[in-house]
C-alpha cells in the first residue's frame, strides 16, 4: 500500500531509485520497497499519460482503478495526482 511518507521519499529522490537505494536508511526505515517505487513510476506513468489526453477511456479507468487500490487514503491519492500533472509540466516544458 503506497503513503504519504512513501510518496515522500520518492520525491525527495525525485524519482530516482538508484539514489534512494544508496542512502543508508533506505528500505529498513522507511518500510519503502521496490515494489513501491516501481508501482509509483507506473501510477505517475499511467496519470500522465490520462492527462496528456492520449489515453482511452479504458485505459483511464484501469489507471484509476489499479490507484484506489493502492492508496489508502484521500492524501495519496491526490498527491499522485500532483506528481503526474508535475511531471506532464516538467516534459512539455
Known sequence: ???????????????????WARTSSGQATTGMTD?????????????????TGVAS????????????ASTGDQATHSILHTLAARRCSHNAA
Open 57 to 68: 477511456a479504458s485505459y483511464a479507468q484501469q489507471v484509476e482503478q489499479r490507484l484506489l
Open 1 to 19: 500500500m503506497l503513503t504519504v511518507d512513501k510518496l515522500r521519499i520518492y520525491e525527495q529522490f525525485d524519482g530516482d531509485i538508484d539514489g
Open 35 to 51: 515494489e513501491d517505487w516501481y508501482l509509483i513510476d507506473e501510477l505517475l506513468m499511467g496519470l500522465a499519460t490520462i492527462k
